[in-house]
């Protein structure tokens, strides 16, 4: 990876050459950060090191992550593409595709990291004639701040300003306005796609999402030709850069990502507690001249909070007949930092619960994990079917989180399937490795021939109940 540090002495002599940082200033904040550092406990700057470590998470993972999708002049596929425009993902994963863990077979993607530094730009969505969408926009903390789409906005043409902190000025008519958090944002868009049949549709409407600098609003603009930095890392994935970094790397650069994009005005207390280690927005981090006990301690929160993660994350959703049911503080996390840190670790870009939610099944009805080498019925009544204002769909992984090859070419099913319903408006899915015979294969998902298994719902624009816990998914059921 790209020596991605805060500011260099070169650069520091620079600024204070311009006339933007005085050496008294300098000398000033860093005689004050080493006495923070000093008169904080070994003990307590371990604590808020892991609290920090935490807190950066998701920030520092976001930023890596951008680096590496946005390297690139043009459209590289299957995600990548330059700043301020959308990429476009044309088909469902196939079978031996392993870059996404647990992708979807509900919607196409349609991907944009938004750059707000040289001012607003305009995000266009098509009339999309009633098909469900959504363009959650996701600031650098991973908090989706706005939502345009079939639940909010309605499935008409629109156009939404997304301005960066602190503009002022006026939008042309027909432009709505919406405040960013952040600088930089990453649109993660989705397209209801009805199988491979219904690609053509799809693809009209991904082609209608826009995005224009507001400053190029009713001109015609020239496509976006990105930059490539050599320095960055495009082969490690984003995880592992973000995992193997030492504590003077990883704070050097959350402290100066802090500064591009500053914490939320509710973070105030947390970050009055990282001055004490010697953390602060902007300024650059000095590992080297914290105490010898402040920095064995951060070293060590940095091995600590990671096992933390680990620890807490089966206690994040209740568990119910079986499936956990992650349907709160997702999306929009507020002070629950170790939850929006485990998020970012192991599904960068969730949505909000209003949203989707995704149910993960755990065990059967037995607290058994799920195992390709039995036969299992899923069984819904008529009152038990997942309440949607959207639709909803069963998707098959392995252990790891992968799809697997199956005869009949199918990851997931769903109500917008030709589903065979019993007489009295029940629904018996079933999942298993053989067919269920010819008769019930319409209900069929199939399974790996052996190993756990990795079922999971997804449930787009859910009704209150599901919010709320009135409705859980039924146990499944094992047959043999």
Not at 345 to 369: R, S
Not at 430 to 437: E, K, M, V
Request: glycine share 8%; charged share 15%; aromatic share 10%.
């Amino acid at each position: 990876m790209a020596s991605i540090r805060t500011l260099g002495a070169g650069a520091l002599a620079g600024l204070v050459g311009a006339g933007l940082i005085g050496i008294a200033t300098l000398g000033v904040a860093a005689t004050a950060r080493a006495q923070a550092s000093s008169a904080v406990s070994a003990q307590e700057a371990h604590d808020i090191g892991v609290e920090a470590y935490l807190f950066l998470y998701p920030l520092i993972t976001m930023d890596v992550t951008r680096l590496q999708m946005t390297n690139v002049a043009e459209f590289t596929p299957p995600m990548l593409g330059p700043m301020n425009t959308f990429v476009n993902v044309r088909a469902f994963p196939t079978a031996d595709m392993k870059v996404v863990v647990r992708p979807n077979f509900d919607t196409l993607y349609s991907s944009a990291w938004v750059d707000l530094t040289q001012g607003p730009v305009v995000v266009s969505a098509p009339d999309t004639d009633g098909r469900y969408y959504l363009l959650p926009m996701m600031d650098m903390y991973t908090d989706v701040f706005a939502v345009p789409g079939k639940r909010t906005t309605g499935t008409g043409a629109g156009h939404y300003a997304m301005v960066p902190p602190g503009w002022t000025g006026s939008l042309p008519t027909g432009v709505e306005r919406i405040d960013a958090p952040t600088t930089y944002v990453w649109i993660i868009g989705r397209t209801q796609t009805n199988g491979p049949k219904d690609y053509a549709a799809v693809h009209k409407v991904q082609d209608g999402f826009a995005i224009t600098p507001l400053a190029a609003w009713g001109k015609p603009i020239a496509p976006v030709v990105g930059t490539v930095n050599p320095k960055v890392d495009m082969k490690t994935p984003p995880k592992d850069q973000v995992d193997s970094m030492s504590a003077e790397e990883y704070f050097a650069y959350g402290a100066k990502l802090m500064g591009m994009h500053p914490p939320h005005i509710t973070d105030w207390s947390v970050v009055a507690r990282f001055k004490r280690i010697g953390l602060e927005p902007g300024a650059p981090f000095r590992f080297d001249g914290l105490a010898p006990e402040v920095q064995a301690a951060l070293k060590k929160a940095m091995t600590e909070a990671p096992k933390l993660m680990a620890e807490k994350l089966p206690t994040l959703a209740a568990v119910v007949n079986g499936w956990s049911m992650n349907t709160t503080t997702m999306g929009v996390y507020g002070d629950y930092y170790l939850k929006r840190a485990i998020v970012a670790n192991l599904g960068l870009g969730a949505n909000q619960p209003e949203d989707a939610i995704y149910p993960l099944c755990i065990g059967d009805a037995d607290g058994k994990p799920l195992v390709g080498e039995s036969s299992y019925v899923l069984h819904f009544t008529k009152e038990q079917l997942p309440p949607v204002s959207a639709f909803w769909s069963v998707t098959m992984y392995d252990a790891l989180g992968f799809q697997v090859a199956n005869p009949i070419d199918r990851f997931a099913i769903g109500d917008r399937d030709a589903l065979k319903y019993n007489a009295d408006g029940s629904l018996d899915l079933y999942i298993q490795h053989a067919s269920p015979g010819k008769d019930k294969e319409s209900n069929w998902l199939p399974a790996p021939a052996s190993g756990e298994l990795g079922v999971t719902m997804r449930l787009y624009a859910p009704a209150p109940q599901a919010l709320d816990g009135r409705w859980n998914p039924p146990a499944i059921l094992r047959v043999k």
